[in-house]
């Protein structure tokens, strides 16, 4: 089992409407949970992070953290043809105290007019 | 205040030679990672630095891969000999803390390398 997997795509959406990316992880003790984008041919651009259960909102983007379930989502309102991109989940496993991320493969997102 | 600077930003070289990435993390970030990235294996964590000092190369593939970081606003990452499997994009990213939950990574432009 990976340790951050996500769905490869390509998620196709319509202009406006609500994209919903996902990601699980295996590891329990996970602390800090990270949504990047990244555009074909550039490099990973960090969108926002998450650590505590729940929602928490920036503009057109919400992370979603079940701890539970070991799993965490981004959902992107009001998709826009410019959000087309990978989008890579990220995860802080949290031992020792250091700070390394692990990253999913990532899925890709192509939102058409 | 500039971003993370990787250079080159592409490398085309023969197998067998060797290549130095080079890396100028953000002024005053304390962490420092170096990725690569293949369609086939996605993003890779090859080796971080805190506070310059190394703390898991376990994702360096084999000995031709050597990383040093001399001082807080420099690193390399040397391939010797390099093959054509060592062909990928190479980031560097940097983060302001060495631990804690909110120690988001800031990536370089990344160099990309092609080994004939």
């Known amino acids: 089992q990976k340790e951050v997997e996500q769905n490869s795509g390509p998620l196709s959406v319509p202009e406006g409407a609500i994209a919903s990316l996902n990601c699980t992880y295996s590891d329990r003790g996970s602390q800090s949970f990270f949504w990047y984008r990244q555009y074909s041919g550039k490099s990973p651009e960090l969108i926002m992070f998450i650590y505590s259960n729940g929602d928490k909102e920036d503009g057109r983007f919400t992370a979603q953290l079940n701890k539970a379930s070991q799993y965490v989502s981004l959902l992107i309102r009001d998709s826009q043809p410019s959000d087309s991109a990978t989008y890579l989940c990220?995860?802080?496993?949290?031992?020792?105290?250091?700070?390394?991320?692990?990253f999913g493969a990532g899925t890709r997102l192509a939102v058409h007019p | 205040d500039a971003g993370v600077i990787q250079s080159p930003r592409h490398e085309v070289t023969e197998m067998g030679q060797e290549v130095t990435l080079r890396c100028k993390p953000i002024s005053g970030h304390n962490s420092l990672f170096w990725y690569r990235q293949t369609m086939m294996r996605g993003l890779e964590l090859l080796i971080y630095f805190n506070n310059n000092v190394p703390i898991d190369d376990s994702g360096m593939p084999e000995d031709r891969f050597s990383a040093k970081m001399p001082n807080a606003s420099f690193s390399t990452l040397k391939i010797q000999p390099s093959e054509p499997r060592d062909s990928a994009v190479y980031f560097c990213?940097?983060?302001?803390?060495?631990?804690?939950?909110?120690?988001?990574?800031?990536f370089g432009p990344g160099t990309r390398l092609t080994v004939l």
């Open positions: 990220a995860v802080n496993p949290g031992r020792g105290g250091y700070n390394k991320l692990i």
């Open positions: 990213a940097s983060s302001p803390r060495t631990s804690g939950i909110n120690n988001e990574q800031f």
